[in-house]
């Protein structure tokens, strides 16, 4: 029996895609007419050249990576602790994961602004270094429902208990443990992680605005209300970065351990057995 082509299926996954893709493409229809008459990327050269632009996307990604190294730092050895010594707990610590989520950014901003002001016993608002270091730590802090998320998924997939017992066995530290076992096989999901926290983090507009940072969210806020075609070409240009990462992720994430990035396009011809 033949099977049916699932037309309703089909019209309405294209429906549902339309509310995607239409917008972009009109978006990017738009930012093509920057010059009167003519379709061109002046408004994308227009970005390229800003000087705020490049400063302000260099500041926002070294303020991600950093918080990426540091929320790798403090969730893989958490989650490894938690699944191996105290699993009665996982459900706490996932929950207090899963705060960021709950608690808005601004909240969490203003308790910053609150705690770390001039008038404070550690006013790290009253110098640029500690403003730095505030907006930072609110990166990792909005990154933990992701990281953990992904590194506890990819713990659930390894053994930890025999892998530690092993390690153990052969005289290794707990320290060493964590750093030469467990990161290796928690890698892909450490660095599906690292991308969601940097697809995030890169153009977070609440914590660098009220905080005062030169990050590339408010930015583009600003940018925004001052031109008509920059913003639809960067509107353009972040969407595709972040799918970018996304493609990365996926990669990083599927790629088995030894195995090439590019298969070779040609296979060296078989030797013919001597005779």
Known sequence: ??????????????????????????????????????????????????????????????????????????????????????????????????????????????????????????????????????????????????????????????DISTLTEAAESLGASRLRTITTVIFPNVRAAIISGAFLTFSISVGEFVLASLLNRPAFGPYLVQLGQDRAYEPAALAIMSFGFIWGCMVLMQMFATRKPGQRWLLRLTTRPAQRARP
């Open 1 to 158: 029996m033949k099977k049916r082509f699932p037309f309703a299926a089909v019209l309405m996954a294209l429906f549902g895609a339309s509310f995607f893709i239409v917008p972009l493409i009109a978006t990017f229809y738009f930012s093509l007419k920057m010059t009167r008459g003519e379709l061109g990327f002046a408004a994308y050269a227009s970005v390229f050249n800003s000087a705020d632009f490049l400063n302000t996307i260099l500041y926002s990604t070294i303020a991600s990576l950093i918080a990426i190294l540091i929320g790798a730092i403090i969730i893989v050895p958490t989650a490894y602790w938690v699944r191996l010594k105290v699993p009665k707990l996982r459900p706490v610590v996932e929950f207090i994961s899963l705060l960021p989520l709950i608690v808005p950014p601004v909240v969490l901003v203003f308790g910053y602004i609150r705690l770390f002001g001039s008038n404070s016993w550690l006013p790290l608002t009253a110098s640029t270094f500690g403003t730095d270091v505030l907006l930072v730590v609110g990166y990792v802090v909005l990154s933990m429902p992701y990281m953990f998320r992904a590194v506890d998924n990819g713990m659930a997939a390894i």
